[in-house]
């Protein structure tokens, strides 16, 4: 972050309610953030995100554009009162951020910073050993228009990514747009709506087997509680809802699956035989098709009847859709956005996400400064995260063996670990510990595991804890003066005499921490 | 913390409440902690202090004596709703503090570990080349017999310390013990009590001027509402009472002046004319009366009736005391408790704080460990903090000038600025630029102030920010290779040569940083 130009500051964690009033997210955050109240009884947050401490800072402190540009940064822990704390460090509650905003006089000059970031972070991932991709991604609360995120390659991954097999496309699922595909069957020849018992088959597949259709056949509904009103989505009966298109669609905050109860009472409509013939009608709602639904004729669909679907459901005919866009998520083998060749599908971490905001808080805070011709211009900003307790557990996905973690050198809480075979033999002790001391005025980052134990256990507890570095002090030490070294990746084996330990290791942990291992 | 034995960790900000309601203090900690509930409506609060985590850590990792003794600790964030903060980083609601625990198998393993960090905190504030002392302490809300506080010596300190001309006493003065002096008067003749008129006198100095006696010969009663009941406190006109004397003897969690209002609705008595003569019999408060009032005849005290007070009141005949005992706050020239030299007092600001908890959060919370012969025992507590915030704020205000702050050189956020008097000429800048690498290289913390200021700008930036050092690449280092280097704290200017600049502020930044400059 330095080297890119970052000057670094601690923002507070809890935050007054008034600067988000200010930039309008404290009514629309929802219940991941963390809310309290002072001994005063005045509103605060604790910071999920940063955006509005840092942009009321820089409209206090700020005013010229000759002060730009500017990248100000934090680590620091943030707050999300997520609904499922889960995988340890990969998704808590508290968790460490490193979070950079900057803040450009133009476009041009987000361009640059962005950039500046985008390769930052390249460096910083590949130095942490970590396959990784960067993605496009959706900005989701954070706003703005660009986004990319860094995914690290793991099946644990919440999240799945698509990438070309032919190009370099790579985007975040939820962000892959979908076009309609295939032949557009238009001229088949519509049939006679009939309504068909389907007993207690209130699923997809239960229908589709019931009915002996496939289940690309099908239509289904689904309905969301989209900012507290209701939105029918309708796609495909082998295609899932991007629920993520569905609320940027609608420029709206929160979306959730309706309750049934609520449907059934308040509408008459009974889930599992929801349909869209004669909905519009009868209740009201938005509904969205999928690009696909539009060309979908003589189709399966629920009949708001509890055990009955149509069969020979044709748009425009039997329904009405207020518009057809692309809600759906895609696949593999889904044609690249970018070149048309199949897309592939991997799960991912994401680690870091990076957000061209533009002028999205500056204008809502009033941060505004004046350009070379004195005019007073709201300024353009970015905001870039990396979630560093993720990372840690993300390079853990990818790094370790059946004997336990392979930190890789660069983020390893410790370089070194140094032991004595035989912790009360005087000798050995002496020896390990005027060796950990050369290493730690050297610098070194090195752990001394003095407990009285047994080798075998401190050994095992090494490999588990996973330094890359094990040093050992045992007979051939104390005899021969040489020193035994084990290379926790690599398994590499070598003796040192004593007065050259420091060097080598310092030589070769410089190596590790610099490149790719 | 390293080298006294200390291994580092993070411990969560957000604790859960039932830790606290383990040790008790859930109730009893009162509005100065942030209380908050998560989505599924569970209780926590933000940590103001960590011991109900760290003994909860301990009692699940830890159960063997051989793992003893154990340092753990930590710097983070604390959190403590102030009702009054103040003085920028002196008293904040959030603030960072590093939290040291030890734990021990019995009470002279506590006295080790204690004395270590009574050790390593003397080292550490005489680095950071502060003029402070260690005093005696009361342990407040944290509980334990033994403390001491590190005070940094200031005007405006909110503490006051008493320490004696003769021997090397010291104590906060809320600690401070007083004695019985003087001669005790019991001999004196017991005058006839008498009913005077006072009227519009209610302070102690206005009843004084207004009977024509000395402040010290009239009663103060002063009213305490402690954890909900109330409690009269009698000193002597011109005393203050020492409300943490109060607090320890009553072991109560809660001290506060008692509402006038309530004490004249609900027990009839007119604050400003209370007195504690037929007190006991009309109201059934406690009643404590410091060690000098035992001895007090012929006073002056409220009536308990607007305008009056009674002349000539004694003790035992004229009112009921429950308890005699040191309630007052020492002053200037009063007899050290160890040598009876007159104290002395000066104001400080309080920077860290050690105690000795022994087994009070170990108990509660079942930490216990297996002893030498198998017996399960509770394990031995020390807690010790430094409030980081606080101490750079004391640094400051002990180390400036009217240009700003000068930093000392173990604490100062850089080392070294560096700058060029032109920064549109490219030489400079080429130079500046350069050096910094260099010093950056070798591990100096290096700012470059690249800023396209007027060189008058940046050297007052410089001075007010404080860096210990000032490095200007001028036309002289073009001309002639000589590097200009000022130091902040003394002012001293030397020139070197551009390739014995970066040794040069290496061994002169070690020096500083390693001993009290």
Chains 1, 2 share one sequence.
Not at 138 to 149: F, K, L, N, R, T
Not at 354 to 381: Q, R
Not at 430 to 457: N, S
Request: charged share 25%; proline share 4%; with cysteine.
């Amino acid at each position: 972050m330095n080297r890119a130009g970052g000057v670094e500051l601690q923002l507070p964690i809890i935050q007054p309610a008034e600067l988000w009033q200010e930039s309008g997210r404290w009514d629309v955050y929802g219940p991941e953030m963390y809310r309290l109240r002072d001994r005063h009884g005045r509103d605060f947050c604790l910071g999920p995100t940063h955006e509005e401490l840092i942009t009321d800072l820089f409209s206090q402190e700020v005013n010229s554009y000759r002060q730009l540009p500017l990248l100000l940064y934090q680590i620091h822990n943030k707050y999300r009162d997520e609904r499922r704390p889960r995988f340890g460090l990969l998704r808590g509650r508290e968790f460490i951020m490193k979070d950079l905003y900057s803040f450009d006089m133009d476009e041009d000059g987000l361009e640059i910073s962005y950039r500046k970031m985008y390769d930052a972070y390249n460096k910083i991932f590949s130095r942490c050993s970590l396959d990784f991709r960067a993605v496009e991604a959706d900005s989701g609360a954070i706003g703005g228009d660009v986004s990319h995120e860094f995914m690290v390659m793991a099946d644990t991954g919440e999240d799945q990514i698509t990438f070309c097999s032919a190009c370099d496309y790579a985007a975040n699922m939820e962000k892959t747009p979908c076009h309609l595909t295939g032949e557009a069957k238009s001229s088949e020849e519509e049939r006679p709506l009939e309504l068909a018992a389907t007993p207690e088959a209130c699923t997809v597949q239960d229908v589709a087997s019931y009915l002996q259709v496939n289940t690309d056949q099908i239509l289904k509904s689904l309905f969301y509680n989209v900012d507290g009103k209701i939105v029918v989505v309708l796609v495909r009966g082998d295609r899932s809802v991007n629920e993520t298109k569905v609320l940027n669609y609608l420029g709206a905050n929160m979306l959730d699956t309706a309750d049934p109860h609520e449907m059934l009472n308040n509408y008459g409509i009974p889930m599992g035989f929801a349909g869209p013939v004669g909905l519009r009608e009868k209740t009201k709602v938005t509904i969205l098709g999928d690009l696909e639904v539009e060309h979908l004729y003589n189709t399966v669909a629920g009949a708001n009847k509890p055990g009955y679907h149509y069969i020979n459901v044709n748009p425009r005919r039997d329904y009405h859709v207020d518009h057809y866009g692309d809600f759906r998520t895609a696949i593999e083998g889904d044609p690249c956005p970018h070149c048309g060749a199949p897309l592939q599908v991997q799960h991912g971490i994401e680690v870091g996400h990076i957000f061209k905001l533009g002028t999205k808080y500056s204008e809502a805070m009033s941060a505004t400064i004046l350009n070379e011709n004195g005019k007073e211009i709201p300024v353009v900003m970015g905001c870039y995260g990396i979630g560093v307790t993720r990372t840690m557990a993300a390079a853990v996905e990818q790094s370790h063996d059946q004997d336990g973690i392979i930190w890789p050198a660069a983020i390893s809480p410790f370089d070194v670990v140094i032991m004595a075979v035989n912790q009360r033999d005087q000798a050995q002790a002496g020896f390990a510990l005027d060796l950990y001391q050369q290493l730690e005025t050297a610098g070194i980052d090195v752990l001394y595991d003095d407990r009285q134990e047994r080798p075998g256990v401190k050994f095992k507890d090494a490999d588990l804890i996973g330094y890359p570095c094990r040093v050992v002090i045992g007979k051939k030490a104390i005899a021969e003066g040489l020193v035994e070294i084990k290379w926790r990746a690599t398994g590499e084996l070598v003796f040192k005499e004593k007065d050259r330990v420091t060097a080598y290791l310092q030589e070769k942990l410089a190596a590790m921490k610099c490149s790719k291992q």
